[in-house]
């Protein structure tokens, strides 16, 4: 796997891109060339290429309005975006308001897609960041392939083990039911659950405090309005040593009302 990066440069800012490719290729595609200098440019090669781009870091900044400036042709390659929490505490021990999941959340309301990865981006291993996938094999293909269907999910700090499915459907899906989401969460954890939240539409639509560090639950949505994505945060008691809390977020599953049901 080859993985670079979608530098930011004027006028446009874009934010940081990377991407994989399942096997060595030959040609770096590079935002300094005008061939590849936007996200759709980018995107277009590295799909003919076989390869996957996610978004790294969110900004909420006035000026990263752009970073999500991308046709919904190439969700499908632009698969995934690093998630990650609204504040966190920085090396100096100061509390960043940098509104990452935010950010997300609001692609995701403008009707967005994509799936959740974490990364370190710090490159020193600042919090621990995982990304989980659900592969049918342990195999570069299999892992490629659940990167590319977003059935993948995303861990900051220790190790959280978590399954997220609405009628028997893996997270990362796009689906339509006959009646209303039914909703199973399984979460091993390496300390006491503090909150599951389910996030609906971009706010929580149930939560519980387990104060246990295994949960098996289910919850039915009655109020389910026929067009929603759905996705899970797990919030653990421990915490980094900058204080930032272990979480995990699930990546969302979209799901829809068949057509001539009510």
């Not at 040609?27 to 996610?54: Q, R």
């Not at 046709?71 to 390659?77: E, H, I, N």
């Not at 100061?94 to 994509?114: C, P």
């Not at 299999?142 to 609405?166: G, M």
Request: net charge neutral; with cysteine; aromatic share 12%.
């Amino acid at each position: 796997v080859v993985s670079e990066r979608l530098f930011s440069g004027a006028p446009k800012f874009y934010n940081h891109k990377t991407v994989y490719f399942p096997s060595r290729v030959k040609h770096l595609f590079s935002a300094k060339e005008d061939a590849y200098k936007t996200p759709d440019l980018l995107a277009a090669v590295v799909l003919n290429a076989g390869g996957l781009i996610n978004n790294a870091h969110p900004n909420a900044l006035p000026d990263a309005k752009d970073q999500f400036d991308y046709k919904p042709c190439y969700y499908p390659v632009i698969a995934n975006t690093e998630i990650g929490s609204d504040t966190l505490y920085g090396t100096n021990g100061e509390l960043y308001q940098i509104g990452w999941e935010q950010v997300v959340r609001d692609f995701l309301n403008r009707g967005g897609k994509t799936g959740f990865v974490k990364g370190t981006d710090t490159h020193e291993g600042k919090p621990v960041a995982r990304t989980a996938v659900f592969a049918k094999e342990l195999t570069r293909a299999a892992i490629f392939e659940a990167l590319r269907h977003r059935r993948t999910y995303a861990v900051s700090n220790t190790r959280v083990i978590l399954d997220f499915k609405i009628n028997g459907h893996y997270m990362g899906e796009e689906i339509e039911i006959d009646s209303i989401p039914r909703i199973a969460m399984s979460v091993k954890a390496t300390d006491t659950i503090e909150t599951l939240e389910i996030i609906r539409d971009g706010s929580v639509l149930h939560s519980i405090c387990p104060e246990s560090n295994l949960v098996d639950f289910e919850y039915v949505d009655n109020a389910f309005r026929g067009d929603s994505y759905y996705y899970l945060r797990v919030t653990q008691a421990n915490k980094d040593k900058l204080g930032n809390p272990s979480r995990a977020w699930s990546s969302p599953i979209w799901v829809k009302l068949r057509t001539g049901q009510d």
